[in-house]
Protein backbone atom coordinates (compact mmCIF):
# COMPACT_ATOMS: atom_id res chain seq x y z
CA UNK A 1 0.00 0.00 0.00
CA UNK A 2 1.66 3.31 -0.60
CA UNK A 3 1.51 6.45 1.58
CA UNK A 4 -0.97 8.23 0.29
CA UNK A 5 -3.48 5.25 0.66
CA UNK A 6 -2.24 4.78 3.78
CA UNK A 7 -3.32 8.15 5.08
CA UNK A 8 0.07 9.13 5.74
CA UNK A 9 1.70 13.19 4.47
CA UNK A 10 3.75 12.50 1.62
CA UNK A 11 5.87 15.61 0.99
CA UNK A 12 7.97 16.88 -1.48
CA UNK A 13 8.07 19.03 -4.44
CA UNK A 14 5.02 20.46 -5.87
CA UNK A 15 4.84 19.67 -9.68
CA UNK A 16 4.17 22.97 -10.97
CA UNK A 17 6.82 24.53 -8.96
CA UNK A 18 9.57 21.75 -10.08
CA UNK A 19 7.97 22.42 -13.89
CA UNK A 20 8.35 26.45 -13.31
CA UNK A 21 12.09 25.89 -12.42
CA UNK A 22 12.70 23.74 -15.69
CA UNK A 23 10.77 25.97 -17.79
CA UNK A 24 13.45 28.33 -17.52
CA UNK A 25 16.06 25.92 -19.43
CA UNK A 26 15.35 27.33 -23.19
CA UNK A 27 16.20 23.64 -24.09
CA UNK A 28 13.65 21.81 -21.66
CA UNK A 29 11.08 24.75 -22.51
CA UNK A 30 11.47 23.67 -26.26
CA UNK A 31 11.07 20.13 -25.87
CA UNK A 32 8.41 20.09 -23.44
CA UNK A 33 6.10 22.57 -25.65
CA UNK A 34 7.00 20.60 -28.66
CA UNK A 35 5.74 17.22 -26.84
CA UNK A 36 2.94 19.30 -25.63
CA UNK A 37 1.95 20.57 -29.29
CA UNK A 38 2.27 17.27 -30.57
CA UNK A 39 -0.38 16.08 -28.00
CA UNK A 40 -2.73 18.45 -28.24
CA UNK A 41 -2.85 18.63 -32.08
CA UNK A 42 -3.78 14.61 -31.71
CA UNK A 43 -5.94 15.26 -29.48
CA UNK A 44 -7.81 18.14 -31.83
CA UNK A 45 -7.40 16.19 -35.14
CA UNK A 46 -9.31 13.83 -33.20
CA UNK A 47 -12.25 15.79 -31.77
CA UNK A 48 -12.19 18.03 -34.84
CA UNK A 49 -12.94 14.71 -37.29
CA UNK A 50 -15.31 13.00 -34.50
CA UNK A 51 -17.48 15.93 -34.31
CA UNK A 52 -17.67 15.91 -38.28
CA UNK A 53 -19.00 12.41 -38.01
CA UNK A 54 -15.53 10.99 -40.27
CA UNK A 55 -14.00 8.18 -39.79
CA UNK A 56 -9.82 8.14 -40.08
CA UNK A 57 -10.29 6.41 -43.56
CA UNK A 58 -12.62 9.00 -44.99
CA UNK A 59 -10.55 11.82 -44.11
CA UNK A 60 -7.29 10.38 -45.15
CA UNK A 61 -9.40 10.26 -48.49
CA UNK A 62 -10.18 13.64 -48.42
CA UNK A 63 -6.87 14.62 -47.16
CA UNK A 64 -4.74 12.39 -50.04
CA UNK A 65 -3.00 10.15 -46.95
CA UNK A 66 -3.40 6.83 -45.64
CA UNK A 67 -5.53 6.01 -42.65
CA UNK A 68 -2.81 4.95 -40.84
CA UNK A 69 -1.28 8.69 -41.12
CA UNK A 70 -4.08 10.10 -39.84
CA UNK A 71 -4.03 7.35 -37.23
CA UNK A 72 -0.61 8.52 -36.34
CA UNK A 73 -1.42 11.90 -35.99
CA UNK A 74 -4.17 10.92 -33.81
CA UNK A 75 -2.09 8.95 -31.56
CA UNK A 76 0.90 11.65 -31.12
CA UNK A 77 3.19 9.22 -31.33
CA UNK A 78 5.74 11.52 -34.08
CA UNK A 79 8.03 13.21 -31.85
CA UNK A 80 7.12 16.33 -34.14
CA UNK A 81 4.24 18.00 -35.10
CA UNK A 82 2.33 17.39 -38.54
CA UNK A 83 3.70 19.73 -41.12
CA UNK A 84 1.68 22.46 -41.22
CA UNK A 85 0.75 21.75 -44.99
CA UNK A 86 -0.39 17.86 -43.64
CA UNK A 87 -2.65 19.99 -40.70
CA UNK A 88 -3.74 22.78 -43.95
CA UNK A 89 -5.52 19.84 -45.69
CA UNK A 90 -6.73 18.48 -42.58
CA UNK A 91 -8.46 21.68 -41.64
CA UNK A 92 -9.76 22.16 -44.82
CA UNK A 93 -11.33 18.73 -44.85
CA UNK A 94 -13.45 19.24 -41.74
CA UNK A 95 -14.37 22.36 -42.34
CA UNK A 96 -11.41 24.87 -40.37
CA UNK A 97 -9.71 27.38 -40.27
CA UNK A 98 -5.72 27.09 -39.00
CA UNK A 99 -4.68 30.39 -37.10
CA UNK A 100 -0.94 30.63 -35.86
CA UNK A 101 -0.35 32.92 -32.57
CA UNK A 102 2.99 34.26 -31.14
CA UNK A 103 2.81 35.21 -27.37
CA UNK A 104 5.24 36.66 -25.47
CA UNK A 105 7.12 33.38 -22.84
CA UNK A 106 5.63 35.70 -19.63
CA UNK A 107 2.07 34.92 -21.16
CA UNK A 108 2.35 31.32 -19.97
CA UNK A 109 -0.66 29.38 -21.64
CA UNK A 110 -2.07 26.11 -19.87
CA UNK A 111 -2.94 25.35 -23.70
CA UNK A 112 -1.25 25.77 -27.26
CA UNK A 113 -3.80 24.41 -29.37
CA UNK A 114 -7.75 25.30 -29.70
CA UNK A 115 -10.83 24.02 -31.83
CA UNK A 116 -13.42 27.08 -32.00
CA UNK A 117 -11.83 28.54 -28.93
CA UNK A 118 -11.76 25.99 -26.45
CA UNK A 119 -8.67 24.77 -25.61
CA UNK A 120 -8.12 20.97 -26.96
CA UNK A 121 -7.58 19.63 -23.38
CA UNK A 122 -11.67 20.19 -23.00
CA UNK A 123 -11.96 17.59 -25.85
CA UNK A 124 -9.46 15.33 -24.36
CA UNK A 125 -11.82 15.17 -20.99
CA UNK A 126 -14.97 14.71 -23.29
CA UNK A 127 -13.86 11.69 -25.07
CA UNK A 128 -13.18 9.34 -21.88
Known sequence: MSKARSGKKVSGARHGAVLA??????EFRYHYEQRK?????????????????M??????????????????IEKGIEQRAP???MLGKVCVALGKQMRLSFRDLEEH??????VDGKPASAFESAEG
Open 21 to 26: RQMKDP
Open 109 to 114: ETHLVE
Open 83 to 85: HWE
Open 37 to 53: LVHEVAVAVRAMRKQAG
Open 55 to 72: TQAQLAGIVGVTQPMIAK
